[in-house]
T-cell receptor
Framework: GENVEQHPSTLSVQEGDSAVIKCTYSDSASNYFPWYKQELGKRPQLIIDIRSNVGEKKDQRIAVTLNKTAKHFSLHITETQPEDSAVYFCAASRGTGGFKTIFGAGTRLFVKA | GAVVSQHPSRVICKSGTSVKIECRSL??????MFWYRQFPKQSLMLMATSNEGSKATYEQGVEKDKFLINHASLTLSTLTVTSAHPEDSSFYIC????????????FGPGTRLTVT
């Protein structure tokens, strides 16, 4: 079945450093790749997304890259701040043949002040 | 815009009873809603996809007779956990897609279910 692998499971960085989270998906029909930030007990918040017809996208300190051939996509956070500490989930969706989203296992990011 | 509400936010029930969770899209019409379950320190696991006016599509391993889903209107889907057991205790989150929108899903705030 469809699967999304996410690494690392835990990431600890110093404030101001960059953080990179990587994901791999298995369903070649996936064409939409959102990234979510989730704080404890709260709903997932969309922080950035990318469609399969684009290789990269940037929004201030956050960027996402996509390699369709390799089925890899990555989240890059620059100039990390303590408030970036949370659990981040990647996901892969296909918009045709029945919309369905598969989530990665999550990365717990700690940003040390 | 694009707000999804869930009710209740927390519920405690006794084993063997049933619990109903409501998911509403407040300012848009949602042809498709999704129900997820999230155990502590784990990811969101899709339970079922709910389409307005038709039967829900359940993921493998999710018992349709235990987790009853009804999507009676374009703004409301309900999940009923029947004959709840302690192992059903979890965080249940719904999401909805705008019928006129993009691929983005809008998540509800979640419902914390505790079965004693």
């Amino acid at each position: 079945g469809e699967n999304v692998e996410q690494h690392p499971s835990t990431l600890s960085v110093q404030e101001g450093d960059s953080a990179v989270i990587k994901c791999t998906y298995s369903d070649s029909a996936s064409n939409y790749f959102p990234w979510y930030k989730q704080e404890l007990g709260k709903r997932p918040q969309l922080i950035i997304d990318i469609r399969s017809n684009v290789g990269e996208k940037k929004d201030q300190r956050i960027a996402v890259t996509l390699n369709k051939t390799a089925k890899h996509f990555s989240l890059h956070i620059t100039e990390t701040q303590p408030e970036d500490s949370a659990v981040y989930f990647c996901a892969a969706s296909r918009g045709t043949g029945g919309f369905k989203t598969i989530f990665g296992a999550g990365t717990r990011l700690f940003v040390k002040a | 815009g694009a707000v999804v509400s869930q009710h209740p936010s927390r519920v405690i029930c006794k084993s063997g009873t049933s619990v109903k969770i409501e998911c509403r899209s407040l300012d848009f019409q949602a042809t498709t809603m999704f129900w997820y379950r999230q155990f502590p320190k784990q990811s969101l696991m899709l339970m079922a996809t709910s389409n307005e006016g038709s039967k829900a599509t359940y993921e493998q391993g999710v018992e349709k007779d235990k987790f009853l889903i009804n999507h009676a209107s374009l703004t409301l889907s309900t999940l009923t956990v029947t004959s709840a057991h302690p192992e059903d205790s979890s965080f249940y989150i719904c999401s909805a897609r705008d019928r006129h929108g993009s691929y983005e899903q809008y998540f509800g705030p979640g419902t914390r279910l505790t079965v004693t």
